[in-house]
Structure formats: structure tokens, C-alpha cells
């Protein structure tokens, strides 16, 4: 009698039990488990300094990638502001847009600068920066800018690089006019071997005094640097104030354009001893 009243004590326990297990499971059942929203950030998915070259005619749009860390199921807009420490005005150096929407379902879009090419003349170079301002979403510290450094570009054509220049002009490193105009020519282009970016040349009457072909190098490796490198070497002048030796410049790089084919070069004059006499001494060498 005491193992069956027991029994029945045990199986009215395991009864009630599994119907408050039931229960309980019906009510988890029905409260539906709610996924939070992934938290989305707006960055640029690269934001190094970037080189857009303006090549003529028409400049091709520099395309920056922009990219939100989730999707979403409608569209979000993202807005742009636009600086430059060097002077590039909207409508006259570049168009771009003030937003752009990020369609519903996608993570990526493209944010399209392009470049207007009529103000860049020879030696004019703009930074601008580009910077996520506002809109649906939240930019992601620090990737949220990015900076375009802007020129114009033309192909290198040696042809055309050489021959006389017939206005060179001398100045000094205030950017006085000290001598000129006169004629120096550009001789003997060479492309040095195993390289499509860079080329020897002479260049004659450097100085108008007298001096040796001055050997250099041209080098546009770089598209968005071009170098022209001039070794130490002695000038051959003679003549009192006539310095006996040349280098380029240590602190200010010669360049050349080849989109309307003008060089300039920053030289350094030397006595005897390979002291500098003069530093910074431009010779500016256009047609």
C-alpha cells in the first residue's frame, strides 16, 4: 500500500512537471527572437592621398569607392564636403557631387570627382579634400576622407621635348629676373636603357657664358612628378664670376612639362672647392 500510494504521488509529479515543461515551451515559442540591426558605417575603402592626372582633352573622372559596413533594405544618402588648401573652387577646377544614395540592398557606390582641365597650366597642382559630411549614416573614424592631389598630365614625347628653347629667362631665388631672354637648346635625348620613364639629354648654352654641354636627366616616373636630374659637373667657364661647377638644386626638384614642353631647373653654382656660391638659381626654359 505505502509503494503504491508512492507510485501514484510520483506519477502525478512527472505528470504535472511535463505539463509545465509544455507550458513553458509554448510560451517561449510564441515570443519571436529579434535580430538588432547591424550598426552601419559609412568609409572610404581607400584613403590614401591619390594622383588624378587630367589628361587632354577630356579628363576621365577620378572614381573613389565609398562603402557602408552593413546593407539595408532602403536607400540611405550620403553627403560630401569638398576643401582645398591650394585654392580648387567647385565649377572652375572640378565638378562633384554634393551626395550620392546608396541603393537599397548594396554596400558599395562610387563617388565620381572630375577634374575641369583649362585652369591647370603648366605647374599648377591642387590638393583637395573630400570629406563624408553628413546624411543616413555615420562616418567610420578616421576613414572618413580622402585627398586627390590634382594636375594636368600629357604623354612624354622626346621629339618634342628637344630643340631651342629661344626664352629662357635666368632668376635668382628671390625670383628676380636677372638675365635673359636667350637661346639653350635641348640636345641628345636618349632613353635610358631598359626604362620606358626616363631619358639623357644635354643642354647647350646653359648660362651664356661659355659653359660645356650640361648632361641631365629626365624622368617622369612619376606621373605626377617630373624630375629633371642634373649631376655635379664642371661648366667649363672661364672668366671671373664664372662658376666652375653645376649640380640641381638640394631643396628645390627641376621639372619639366610635357604638355606645352617648357622645363625649368634649380641649380646650385659652385667654385673650385664644390662650395655653393649660389643657391636655388632658376633657368626657365620655354619657346
Known amino acids: ?15 504535472v512537471g511535463a505539463s509545465s515543461c509544455t507550458k513553458n515551451n509554448l510560451v517561449v515559442d510564441k515570443t519571436p527572437i529579434v535580430t538588432p540591426a547591424p550598426y552601419a558605417e559609412m568609409l572610404f575603402t581607400s584613403f590614401t592621398a591619390k594622383p588624378y592626372n587630367l589628361v587632354p582633352p577630356t579628363p576621365t573622372a577620378y572614381a573613389i569607392p565609398i562603402g557602408v559596413t552593413s546593407v539595408a533594405s532602403v ?7 569638398y576643401t582645398s588648401s591650394t585654392g580648387a573652387v567647385a565649377g572652375t577646377h572640378y565638378n562633384a557631387p554634393a551626395s550620392i544614395t546608396i ?9 565620381k570627382v572630375t577634374g575641369i582641365l583649362a585652369p591647370y597650366t603648366t605647374g599648377r597642382i591642387d590638393t583637395l579634400m573630400v570629406k563624408i559630411s553628413s546624411g543616413a549614416i555615420p562616418a567610420f573614424p578616421g576613414k572618413d576622407s580622402i585627398k586627390l592631389v590634382i594636375q594636368r598630365y600629357c604623354p612624354v614625347v622626346l621629339a618634342a621635348m628637344g630643340g631651342a628653347y629661344n626664352d629662357t629667362k635666368e632668376y635668382n631665388a ?16 636618349v632613353m635610358v636603357p631598359g626604362s620606358t620613364t626616363r ?12 659653359w660645356n654641354d650640361i648632361s641631365a636627366e629626365l624622368d617622369w616616373t ?12 664642371p661648366t667649363g667657364g672661364v672668366g671671373a664670376g664664372n662658376p666652375p661647377f653645376v649640380r640641381g638644386s638640394t631643396t628645390k626638384s627641376s621639372t619639366f612639362s610635357s604638355c606645352d614642353n617648357s622645363i625649368t631647373l634649380y641649380c646650385d653654382l659652385l ?8 643657391a636655388n638659381y632658376e633657368f626657365r626654359l620655354r619657346r
Request: glycine letters at 8%; a positive charge.
Open 1 to 15: 500500500m505505502k509503494k503504491l500510494i508512492n507510485y501514484s504521488f510520483m506519477a502525478l509529479f512527472l505528470l
Open 75 to 81: 536607400d540611405r544618402t550620403v553627403n560630401f564636403t
Open 103 to 111: 541603393k537599397a540592398g548594396q554596400a558599395i557606390d562610387t563617388l
Open 174 to 189: 628671390a625670383g628676380a629676373l636677372q638675365y635673359g631672354p636667350y637661346t639653350v637648346s635641348c640636345v641628345n635625348l
Open 199 to 210: 631619358a639623357t639629354c644635354k643642354f647647350t648654352n646653359l648660362y651664356d657664358w661659355g
Open 222 to 233: 612619376n606621373p605626377s612628378n617630373f624630375r629633371v636630374i642634373i649631376p655635379q659637373q
Open 271 to 278: 667654385n673650385s672647392s664644390g662650395g655653393v656660391t649660389t
